[in-house]
């Protein structure tokens, strides 16, 4: 039994909208729901994926308006990576040099070309060129030419101080497939063909450990097929020597939580319902949507939430309901 690769990444930001204009109005995601943190509701919860945020596509943000930075170090996941077509890095490197935005050389990594930035937050983002995306559309309704849209999650980089602990439960707890090393790099595979996920396991003894807030990602969930696949998950979790919560209803999936032995907090996540569960595809993201739950309390929420102005793509962009 494996995951079928990534559901979601979810991270910690700070100012809200600086957080839809980077995302939304300069990486060209599409912001698929606007809704809160349920477990606590005066904080946004921001979806942003392709066109109707495939699992696989899905980066998400907790903005805390006036959040320090967090620090960086060992123990949690220390970059996100979004797959590219082959020979766009050209496109992207002038994109964010002229945005003022720091970017790396092109480097190559088990053979594909990696390009490395910061969100305004700090966290670091990385753009690889994947042959693998041919066939992802990614979203074309953003500022982005098409041809160079970002497709889908690449990966992640867990940081660790050793790899022992998380090499073997990567392995044999979520049955991962090793599939190499390069340095400190240690690769991993989530799941294989179109949705190939890589978890990339940096061992690094002398970095400090991580202190999460804004640039930190949070957690990052794997897709399973339905619920009842997720229920299979506990038994053999806890087996492999962790503790998973219990099911939650998180209105667009169903979740269970746990550490990884590293320390960095994982989800698995079912497929359904996804995001059309409660908008048209065409109004995906435009308006703030609650849970049954907390539909009573939407004038409290709504009144503390800073209001947020989304890009204006023109009238070229828009996408038919
Ligand atoms: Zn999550």
Known sequence: MSVLGIHHVTVLASDPQQNVDFYAGFLGLRLVK??????????YHLYYGDETGRPGTILTFFPFPD?????????????????????????????LSRKGIPV????????????????????????????STAGAAGWAGG???????????????????????????LAEGMGFAASGSEDNRHRFLAANGADQARVDVVVDAAAPAARQSAGS??????????????????????RAGTTPTPVMDRRYFHSIYF??????????????????????????????KLPPWLEPQRDVIQRDLPVLVLPDLGPARQVAS
């Open 34 to 43: 606007q809704t809160v943190n349920f477990d606590a509701p005066d904080v």
């Open 67 to 95: 959040a320090a930075r967090g620090r960086r170090g060992s123990g949690e996941i220390s970059a996100v990576a979004f797959s590219i077509p082959p020979g766009s890095s050209g496109y992207w490197r002038a994109r």
């Open 104 to 131: 790396s050389r092109p480097v190559s990594r088990f053979g594909e070309t990696v390009l490395s930035f910061e969100d305004p937050d700090g966290m670091v983002v990385e753009l690889v060129e994947d042959p």
């Open 143 to 169: 500022p982005v030419e098409a041809a160079h849209a970002l497709r889908r999650l690449h990966g992640v980089t867990l940081l660790h101080a050793s790899l022992a602990p998380s090499e073997s439960f």
């Open 217 to 238: 990602v949070h957690h990052i969930a794997w897709r399973v097929r339905d619920d009842a696949e997720q229920l299979e998950w506990r038994p053999r979790l806890r």
């Open 259 to 288: 550490r990884e032995p590293g320390g960095v907090l994982f989800e698995i996540a079912t497929d359904p319902p996804g995001f059309l569960v409660d908008e048209t595809v065409g109004s995906l993201g435009t308006s703030l």
